[in-house]
């Protein structure tokens, strides 16, 4: 029996489960042991201004080193891009969906009926709307299209952000779209795409990992439940990140995905001054994530800097 390392927050409870049903499949069993993050504890100020991704992960990385528990499991986007040793990440999941979905009041709603993907056309209407988001890449998109809004900061898990949405504190919030395919609650809620073209998700969004220590005697038997796609995908993705440096701290999106015999990816970017730039490329599936992350980094930052 191998303890597994979890937050402990309905969706991360969710996800370890589903990874302890994984386990099975591989003949090893597991049961869970929550961790307290730093993350979880400070929720009144936006990740940014005070650690970054960082902050979901280092008390669960030392229930690792310590022997505490053997695995833990991560919705991928909340670990930072560079993983540092002794751990490693051998067993990443086939990706849930990637995108954004914005959850809009009942009143406001009824203004996009009939409609299931939002692009930014429907942000342009000067409205003053409010806005709740904790990331500074969702509300420089939002800016982007329309400065108008106002963007509040928002923190804290999916029950607590939509009974804030209930209460009025929020016209709309935003969330990725694989909280709601793994939690039961789209059938309630007025929620809707947000076209990934132009609301490009962050790197990894929709992945879930295992973090485990390099010398687990489990590292090998992981392997075998890794997507290959997914975690070639995801690997262009979070080193796009690393070459810029990116945390929490920068404003960022970046989205792989295959086409066919090719992989397609779309990357924006924004300054503090609210500059954007993008980027698109199309590889062939046999180029090296690296070298495909790197052509994208250069585009990005040719436009950004330059």
């Known amino acids: 029996m191998i303890n597994v390392a979890t937050r402990g927050s309905k969706l991360a409870l969710w996800q370890a489960e589903f990874v302890r049903e994984k386990l099975k499949s591989i003949g090893v ?31 669960i990385e030392k229930a690792l080193l310590d022997r505490e528990a053997d695995i833990a499991v991560h919705s991928l986007k909340d670990l930072p891009a560079n993983i540092e040793s002794p751990f ?19 009143q406001l ?52 952000r939509l009974k804030r949405l209930q209460d009025g504190d929020f016209d709309a919030i935003i969330l990725a779209g694989a909280s709601l395919y793994r939690l039961p609650l789209a059938q309630d809620l007025a929620a809707f795409t947000l076209d990934p073209v132009w609301f490009v998700p962050c790197a990894a969004q929709g992945a879930l990992a295992v973090e485990t220590l390099k010398d687990h005697p489990l590292v090998g038997k992981l392997r075998h439940l890794t997507d ?19 945390d929490c701290n920068l404003p960022v999106g970046v989205h792989a995905r295959e086409e066919g015999n090719t992989v397609r990816c779309r990357a924006v970017l924004f300054d503090e001054t609210g500059k954007e730039s993008r980027s698109q490329a199309v590889f062939a599936k046999s180029i090296p994530a690296d070298d495909c992350a790197q052509q994208i980094f250069e585009a990005l930052y040719s436009v950004q800097y330059n």
Request: proline share 5%; glycine share 8%.
């Open 228 to 246: 290959a796609t997914t975690e070639r995908l995801v690997a262009i993705e979070r080193k796009v990140l690393s070459l810029l440096g990116a």
């Open 88 to 106: 490693v990440l051998p067993c990443i999941f086939a990706r849930h969906p990637a995108h954004d979905v914005i959850v809009l009041s009942k």
């Open 109 to 160: 709603a009824k203004r996009f009926a009939g409609k299931e993907i939002l692009s930014q056309d429907d942000f342009r209407d000067s409205t003053p709307l409010k806005m709740g988001t904790g990331s500074l890449r969702r509300s420089w998109l939002l800016r982007s299209v329309n400065p108008q809004l106002a963007i509040l900061p928002m923190r804290g898990n999916i029950d607590t």
């Open 29 to 59: 069993s597991a049961q869970l042991k929550v961790v307290k993050t730093t993350g979880d504890i400070i929720q009144d100020k936006p990740l940014h201004e005070w650690g970054g991704k960082g902050v979901f992960v280092k008390e």
